[in-house]
């Protein structure tokens, strides 16, 4: 089984300011890593993702999230953040084969507010 | 569709009445999920539909809920005698392919809420 810990449940962020956003992950087997991001009232879109091969994955909207094995992280980061970003940021894992290499174990999520 | 499509965008019922969650699916998506996502729990699995194979329902809290995929396109989410603690969105997605390959695509969900 896997597990996700996102190690913060809201980060308060001054705009143009950096931002990190931890996820911590435990599992067995291989994984692959996601982030997912929820503005209100809508639904889960997927921000970027780690399947293979460079261990720095980027967005189209200036994110960035590293995978490091030996710490079993995913950290989310971007270096200026915008009014726009504040959203709630939700890190998942999925196994990279075998029995449920479907299911997307999520984090408890983290609220990101950015203030003007 | 363009999207995945849930209905309705909000449900009020009482306690002990049935309810039914309806999802559409991306267009060719052959999987199908469903999670909920509530204050207490976060985001949880609850069933996968791929193809015309036996569904994953090892997320189902209870008998009491059930879950069918009708030509391998819509969804129906079913609740009976629904309890206070079953108050949560309910998120549906739909993916393209097997596994972590096949990247999730989430419906707004609804938002339950049991009196």
């Known amino acids: ?116 | 569709g363009a999207g995945v499509s849930q209905s309705p965008s909000n449900k009020v019922t009482e306690k002990g009445k049935d309810v039914e969650l309806r999802c559409d699916p991306i267009s060719g998506h052959t999987a199908l999920y469903w999670y909920r996502q509530s204050l207490g729990q976060g985001l949880e699995f609850l069933i996968y539909f791929q193809g015309n194979s036996a569904p994953d329902k090892s997320g189902l809290p209870s008998d009491r809920f059930s879950a069918e995929r009708t030509g391998g396109s819509v969804s129906t989410l079913t609740i009976q005698r629904t309890q206070q603690e079953d108050s949560a969105v309910y998120l549906c997605a739909s993916s393209l392919a097997l596994g972590g390959l096949g990247i999730q695509y989430f419906g707004a969900g609804t938002r339950l809420s049991v009196l």
């Open chain 1, 1 to 116: 089984a896997q597990s996700v810990t996102q190690l913060d449940s809201q980060v308060p962020v001054f705009e143009e300011a950096p931002v990190e956003l931890r996820c911590n992950y435990s599992s067995s087997v291989s994984v692959y890593l996601f982030w997912y991001v929820q503005y209100p009232n809508q639904g889960l879109q997927l921000l970027l993702k780690y399947l293979s091969g460079s261990t720095l994955v980027e967005s189209i909207n200036g994110f960035e999230a590293e995978f490091n094995k030996s710490q079993t992280s995913f950290h989310l980061r971007k270096p200026s953040v915008h009014i726009s970003d504040t959203a709630e940021y939700f890190c998942a894992v999925t196994p990279g084969s075998g029995a449920g290499s479907y299911q997307l174990t999520f984090g408890k999520g983290t609220k990101l507010s950015v203030i003007p």
